[in-house]
């Protein structure tokens, strides 16, 4: 599979971490059109040649297309992004109308523009607003942005569907996304490369799309505003984005029922001029090599296997699809009856092929780093399929020369059934847990690369590991002779789930022995219940999100700019939405019931009765609700002073208030419109004569 920079050929899909048309991975390069004042122009022509010539392969519109745009679009090579347009920025559970028109909007243009070649995705909403969320509830606000992403991919199956958030609702991230999309506007490359890294993780098997990116030239000036387009493109890119989308194509621009004057984002000025950030796009979308740094760095590519002729042709030739990256394959047999040797043999020749009797999988492991001739000791599984960047994205973490071993994630293919489903989202499939947003305390064996210097120091893999848990006590030991783990987001594998639920619980079965062995040889690191006891989060896949019991930090006052969510455990990968369904969530239920039990019996005989739920306090319900309407525009941050210059006092970080006094507590939000005037929401909990007349009175404060 080739890296494409166009627009590709054929519709879009995701591809593991990235997109892809057919059989070309295809990098997003978008820009936002519109919408201008006057609206369309007469013909797009003009405007679709530069933004072709300027090297995007995508548009990102604020609106549902028309089929004239998408026409012209297809005619340029170009692919677009909708957006639905609606009343997001309001409370739409106290007018439900609201919501019931956005979905109406929806059905009724897909069902138009569904089938166009150039529509690939939509957007169905766009950075609710921080406080607004707060006011209606986050939970409740991620389950209306998934209902709309569940009623598009009816309409139009074949489109994919996301939401546009921003670092003040981390926690909107819907489950049943196809992609991650965030709005940022950061002004140092260090910031945007680490911010990245973090929301790889909030994004879980996904791809991660900057929906949003771009620097105002009339404060920051022209020259700044290229300089930071030239380094954020390849960054992005660097980082393992899925791709970027600068904003915005002019400086005209229509917000809100009115002209935007005081801002000028635009690679082309008022009055259709290029600005020097046209010609850094052009310029920064060439310098994006993937294989970058660490190319001297030689890899040694094992896989174990044993009696896996049916899986391992599959594996090899996933690796025959990677660029040549400076890599020899060594396939070890440990001890096949099947044929799998004579296949490896005779179908993939240039592999470097190793027989041995059987003797379990770290002792084979082991045989391989023997023979092996690389600097870099990659190794990965039989069942599994890594992709073509595989080994350039490991490499481009060694090259940073804190990590003694890398890895990334395993993700399920699409299941073909509703058992393979089944397995996907249970609980107990091996996976990362990561300390930080860049250090791994464990990597699983599926996807783990090591330098040959640390894997002699550690004496390899213990022989006493025959099917499971080799792994873990490879990175235990590892970390406990001070070397570092690394993780590679983009670095990820293919790695079919167990066919079956019998299957899959029987390889519980088998974890739980291997547990076994790992509690007798690292005592330290498990309960007194026998749980083994990670320093960091175990990263199950799904995206992270609100959930019925996360602990949300917004900030005082809710004024946060990155507004994080806690979960006591993170989520796990939903069920596929083409076998979701009551009888389905129902068995998913079951099968994690029993995961656990199986798993912990095979352990140390004992039957996992869990952990004691946490729950939080039942919030009470308000005294009062109502309104103030401001012809002149003033907004929640406007009353909020009103209160703070009369004593009231901030809420804590994670409170539902926003002020408090004398026992009586406050929570604003601002619904956003067109024109000036605004609408703020008050709730008060406690005495409501207490409040100062700015917020008794509908009328504004003096």
């Known amino acids: 599979m080739g890296v494409a920079e166009s627009a590709g050929a054929g519709r879009w899909q995701t591809d593991g971490k990235f997109f892809r048309a057919g059989a070309e991975r295809v990098v997003m390069r978008a820009v936002t059109y519109g919408p201008f004042p006057g609206g369309w122009a007469d013909s797009l022509d003009e405007d ?81 607003p921080a406080d607004v969320a707060r006011w209606m509830g986050p939970l409740r606000v991620r389950r209306a942005i998934e209902g709309l992403i569940t009623l598009g991919r009816q309409v139009a199956p074949a489109l994919m569907f996301a939401y546009a958030n921003y670092p003040s609702t981390e926690y909107l991230e819907p489950e049943n996304a196809d992609f991650t999309a965030f709005n940022l506007y950061l002004e140092e490359e260090s910031a945007l490369r680490s911010y990245l890294k973090r929301l790889h993780h909030i994004a879980g098997d996904r791809p991660l799309v900057i929906s949003e990116f771009g620097q105002d030239s009339r404060r920051n000036g022209l020259e700044q505003q290229a300089a930071s387009l030239g380094w954020a493109l390849p960054a992005a890119r660097a980082v393992a984005t899925a791709g970027l989308t600068v904003y915005a194509w002019s400086d005209r621009w229509w917000n809100a029922g009115a002209e935007v004057l005081d801002w000028d984002f635009g690679l082309l000025d008022r009055d259709g001029r290029a600005k020097p950030a046209l010609h850094s796009v052009r310029s920064g979308f060439n310098r994006v090599p993937v294989d970058g740094p660490g190319h001297e760095l030689s890899f040694s590519v094992i896989v174990c296997t044993r009696n896996g002729k049916e899986r391992i042709g599959k594996c090899l030739r996933a690796l025959e699809k990677m660029p040549d990256a ?51 000791l990659a190794f990965t599984d039989d069942d599994c399929e890594p992709d073509p960047e595989w ?59 090591v330098t040959q210097a640390a894997f002699a120091a550690i004496s390899g893999f213990d022989p006493a590991f025959h099917t499971a848990g080799d792994d873990v006590d490879f990175c235990w030991r590892l970390r406990d002779a001070g070397y570092r783990l690394g993780f590679a987001a983009g670095a990820f594998v293919w790695h079919w789930r167990r066919p079956s639920v019998r299957a899959f619980l029987r390889q519980q079965i088998g974890y739980g022995r291997a547990e076994h062995l790992l509690l007798q040889k690292h005592p330290q690191r498990f309960s007194s219940r026998g749980d083994v006891c990670w320093e960091g989060f175990v990263y199950d896949g799904g995206p992270v999100r609100a959930m019925a019991e996360s602990v949300i930090y917004h900030g ?80 929640r941050a406007d009353f909020l002073q009103v209160l703070l210059d009369e004593g009231w006092t901030a809420g804590g970080a994670s409170d539902g208030w926003d002020v408090e006094k004398s026992g009586t507590r406050v929570l604003l939000a601002t619904e956003r419109g067109d024109g000036i005037g605004k609408r703020t929401l008050v709730r008060v909990w406690g005495d409501r004569a207490v409040l100062p007349g700015a917020l008794t009175h509908p009328q504004d404060p003096r």
């Open 48 to 128: 679709f040649s530069r933004i072709a010539a300027a090297g995007f392969n995508a548009l990102r519109l604020y609106e549902m297309p028309g089929l004239g745009l998408l026409d012209a679009a297809w005619q340029h090579g170009l692919r677009v992004f909708g957006g639905l347009q609606w009343a997001q920025s309001a409370d739409f559970f106290r007018r439900p109308e609201l919501y019931a028109s956005a979905r109406v909007a929806l059905a009724r243009s897909l069902r138009e523009i569904g089938e166009h070649p150039a529509l690939v995705a939509v957007y169905v909403g766009n950075e609710v």
């Open 326 to 376: 400076g890599h020899e394959v060594l396939v070890v047999d440990d001890g096949s009856g099947d044929g799998t040797a004579e296949l490896v043999a005779k179908e993939f020749p240039h592999v470097r092929l190793l027989r041995l009797a059987p003797g379990g999988l770290s002792a084979a492991r082991n045989a391989g780093a023997a023979a092996a001739t690389g600097d870099i």
């Open 391 to 449: 080994v350039a994205r490991l490499r481009r973490v060694f090259a940073d020369g804190r990590f003694a071993a890398v890895g990334g994630p395993n993700l399920p293919p699409r299941p073909r059934t509703w058992r393979e489903a089944l397995v996907c989202a249970a609980p107990g499939a091996p996976t990362h847990v990561l300390l930080d947003d860049e250090e791994a305390e464990h990597l699983p064996g599926c996807n783990l690369a």
């Open 556 to 635: 005082p006052m809710g004024g946060a700019g990155y507004q994080s969510v806690l979960n006591r455990m993170l989520p796990l990968r939903g069920l596929d939405g083409r076998f979701d369904s009551a009888s389905a969530r129902l068995a998913l239920r079951a099968v994690g019931f029993l995961q656990l039990r199986l798993r912990a019996w095979a352990r140390n005989r004992t039957l996992w009765l869990g952990a004691p739920r946490a729950t939080l306090p039942a919030r009470p319900k308000p005294n009062a609700e109502f309104e103030i309407a401001s012809a002149a525009g003033l907004e």
